[in-house]
C-alpha cells in the first residue's frame, strides 16, 4: 500500500509561483505513474498533469506551458511546479499513485489548498 502526504501549498498573488511536493512511501515507487489533479469549488475533480515511472508527462491544455511535473525517484517525490497562476488555478490539489501491478490502486492523497488571490 502506499501512502501520500502533499504539502506547499498556500495564497499567491496572480502571476505568481509555488511548488507543490508530494512524498509517498514504499520501495518501489519508481513503478508507479504519478499524476496531479484538482479540485475547485462546485466543479470535478480533474487531472492536471502526469508522469510514468520513467519520467515522461502529460498536461491538461489550461496549465501547458505554466505548470511542471517531476519526480525524484529517489526520494520517492513527485514536484508540480505552478508558475504564471491564475485565480482560477484555485483549488485543491491531490496527487495520485498508480500501477497495474497494484490492485489496490489508485492511492490518493490528503490534497492541498492552493488559493490564487490578490
Known amino acids: 500500500q502506499v501512502q501520500l502526504a502533499e504539502s506547499g501549498g498556500g495564497l499567491v498573488q496572480p502571476g505568481g509561483s509555488l511548488r507543490l511536493s508530494c512524498a509517498a512511501s514504499?520501495?518501489?515507487?519508481?513503478?508507479?505513474?504519478m499524476s496531479w489533479h484538482r479540485q475547485a469549488p462546485g466543479k470535478q475533480r480533474e487531472v492536471v498533469a502526469d508522469?510514468?515511472?520513467?519520467?515522461?508527462?502529460n498536461y491538461a491544455d489550461s496549465v501547458k506551458g505554466r505548470f511542471t511535473i517531476s519526480r525524484d525517484n529517489a526520494k520517492n517525490t513527485v514536484y508540480l511546479q505552478m508558475n504564471s497562476l491564475k485565480a482560477e488555478d484555485t483549488a485543491v490539489y491531490y496527487c495520485?499513485?498508480?500501477?497495474?501491478?497494484?490492485?489496490?490502486?489508485?492511492?490518493w492523497g490528503q490534497g492541498t489548498q492552493v488559493t490564487v488571490s490578490s
Open positions: 495520485a499513485a498508480d500501477w497495474v501491478g497494484d490492485r489496490k490502486g489508485p492511492y
Open positions: 514504499g520501495s518501489i515507487f519508481r513503478l508507479y505513474a
Open positions: 508522469i510514468t515511472g520513467g519520467g515522461s508527462a
